[in-house]
C-alpha cells in the first residue's frame, strides 16, 4: 500500500508509505548513546514506525531477527509529526522516514540521516506500487499530456504526490502549469470523480483496488510516482546524527537486522498479513489487499539525486542536499 506521509504545512510541504512527506518538527533535546539493559546483554532501542512498510521490520522484530545481532527493539507506532522530533528529543533511538522527506529534512538543517532502506518507489513483488492516477470509466484522459486544463486530486499538496503528477505531465511533453491540483482525501476520490468535481486522483489502496475492481474508475497512466522517482529511497530507517555518530557498532547491527528482516518478508510474504492486522488493525481482506513497494536495504547516496532533482525544481528546495549528508556508511 502506498501510503503518503505529510509533511507540516508550515514547512510548506508524509510518507509516503502512505502525501510521501511527514511533518518535521526541528526539536532540541538530548541524543542519547545506547545501553544494553537488564540482563539479556542485549542493546534495547526505541523505534518509532509509521506506513505499512514498516511491516517486515515488525516481522523481525516478532521472529527473533533483532534479537540474534544483539538487540532488542521496543517499537511503537508513531504519528507523522512525531517522527523527527522524537529522534531529536532523544525520544526515540529510531523512526521511519521517506526519501524525500529526510532530503527535505536535511535541507532545512535538521539534524537527521539514514542508517538503513527499507523500500523504494519500485513495485514490488506483486508488480504493483498500490496506487495509480485513475479516471473516471468513461473518461476520454488516455496520458498524462491529457492532463493539460483539468483538475487533478492528490491527498497532499506539495508533496511527492503533487510533484510526481506534475513531473509525469512534463515527461509525456505536457505543460504541468496547465494542471490544477487540488487535495482530495482518497475516500472521497469516487465521489470526485463520478461528480465530476475532479478530473483524475492519485489514489492508494484499498481504495485504489475497491474503485478498479466496482468499475467505477480505470487507471491508464499507471502510477506517477513510481515512474517519477523509480529507484528512489521511498522509505527509511533514521537516527539522529549524533546518536549514529556515537554508536557506529549498533548501527551496523541495525542494518544487518533490516536486511535479514526483509530477505525474511521476501521469503514469506504471507507471513506479514497478522502483521497487517495486528500492527495497522486491517480486517483481513485488506490485509491481502495491501501491496509493498520493492524492498531495499541498502542506500546508495546517488539514488537521491532524482529526489533532489525533483524538490527543487518544484521550490520545495531551495537548492539540491548532499547526498553525502543524508546517509551513514553500510
Not at 511527492?160 to 502549469?177: I, K, L, N, P, Y
Not at 530507517?237 to 541495525?254: F, G, L, R
Request: glycine residues 10%.
Amino acid at each position: 500500500m502506498t501510503v503518503r506521509i505529510r509533511l507540516k504545512r508550515a514547512l510548506a510541504t508524509t510518507l509516503a508509505l502512505a502525501g510521501l512527506f511527514t511533518p518535521l518538527a526541528a526539536c532540541g533535546g538530548p541524543s542519547a548513546t545506547a545501553k544494553n539493559t537488564g540482563a539479556d546483554g542485549l542493546t534495547h532501542l526505541k523505534w518509532g514506525y509509521s506506513l505499512t512498510d514498516s511491516a517486515p521490520i515488525l516481522l523481525g522484530i516478532q521472529d527473533g531477527v533483532f534479537e540474534k545481532h544483539g538487540l532488542k527493539v521496543d517499537a511503537s507506532e508513531v504519528g507523522a509529526a512525531d517522527l523527527v522530533g522524537g529522534l531529536i528529543s532523544g525520544s526515540f533511538d529510531l523512526s521511519v522516514q521517506t526519501g524525500p522527506g529526510l532530503a527535505l529534512a536535511v535541507g532545512q538543517k535538521v539534524p537527521i540521516t539514514a542508517v538503513s532502506g527499507v523500500t523504494t518507489f519500485e513495485a514490488g513483488a506483486a508488480k504493483t506500487t498500490g496506487s495509480a492516477l485513475l479516471v473516471a470509466e468513461d473518461s476520454d484522459i488516455k496520458r498524462p499530456k491529457d492532463l493539460e486544463g483539468k483538475k487533478v486530486g492528490v491527498n497532499l499538496l506539495k508533496s511527492a504526490s503533487e510533484f510526481g503528477v506534475r513531473q509525469d505531465v512534463t515527461d509525456d511533453g505536457g505543460d504541468a502549469d496547465k494542471v490544477e491540483i487540488v487535495e482530495i482525501p482518497f475516500a472521497s476520490a469516487r465521489d470526485g470523480l463520478a461528480k465530476g468535481q475532479i478530473d483524475a486522483a492519485l489514489v492508494a489502496d484499498p481504495v485504489l483496488s475497491q474503485l478498479l475492481d466496482s468499475g467505477a474508475a480505470k487507471a491508464p497512466m499507471g502510477d506517477p510516482i513510481e515512474k517519477v522517482f523509480g529507484a528512489s529511497p521511498r522509505l527509511v530507517i533514521t537516527a539522529s546524527k549524533d546518536w549514529a555518530a556515537k554508536n557506529p557498532k549498533v548501527v551496523e547491527q541495525v542494518q544487518a537486522a533490516i536486511k535479514e528482516s526483509l530477505e525474511l518478508a521476501a521469503k514469506n510474504p504471507d507471513r506479514l498479513l497478522p502483521i497487517y492486522e495486528k500492527h495497522y488493525k486491517m480486517t483481513p481482506a485488506i490485509a491481502k489487499a495491501t501491496k509493498l513497494n520493492a524492498f531495499k536495504a541498502d542506500i546508495d547516496p546517488d539514488s537521491f539525486a532524482v529526489i533532489n532533482d525533483v524538490l527543487v525544481r518544484y521550490g520545495a528546495l531551495a537548492k539540491p542536499v548532499n547526498s553525502a549528508d543524508l546517509t551513514v556508511a553500510p
